[in-house]
């Protein structure tokens, strides 16, 4: 079993900034990649980035917010990745899940980023 928690979002103004961080933790052996999707009312579920834990994949970042939008391992926990939101706008708005690939995908529960214009 693999835990997923998401921690970072809230409110923020557009073209402001905020950093979600994701932890993986319990059986955890060989995570292949950590990522984040995002989902609104009305909008397809998209998937933002991932970050490669293999040298199997690249880093991806998702064309709607590429250029504002980077991930990153932390570097002092092997098992999190952070999301940093830069130039945020109201279609930023949303449910952010992360995820973890190993053998299957776990799920966090999700965090929710709020921008105002």
């Known amino acids: 079993q693999v835990q997923v928690a998401e921690s970072g979002g809230g409110l923020v103004q557009s073209g402001g900034s905020l950093r979600l961080s994701c932890e993986a933790s319990?059986?955890?052996?060989?995570?292949?990649?950590m990522g984040w999707y995002r989902e609104s009312p009305g909008k397809q579920r998209e998937l933002v980035a991932w970050?490669?834990?293999?040298?199997?994949?690249?880093?991806?970042i998702g064309n709607s917010v590429k250029g504002r939008f980077t991930i990153s391992k932390e570097n002092n926990n092997k098992n999190a990745v952070s999301l940093q939101m830069n130039n945020l706008r109201r279609e930023d708005t949303a449910v952010y899940y992360c995820?973890?690939?190993?053998?299957?995908?776990?799920w966090g529960k999700g965090t929710l980023v709020t921008v105002s214009s």
């Open positions: 995820f973890v690939d190993q053998e299957t995908r776990w």
């Open positions: 319990g059986t955890i052996f060989n995570i292949g990649k």
């Open positions: 970050f490669p834990f293999s040298e199997e994949t690249t880093i991806y």
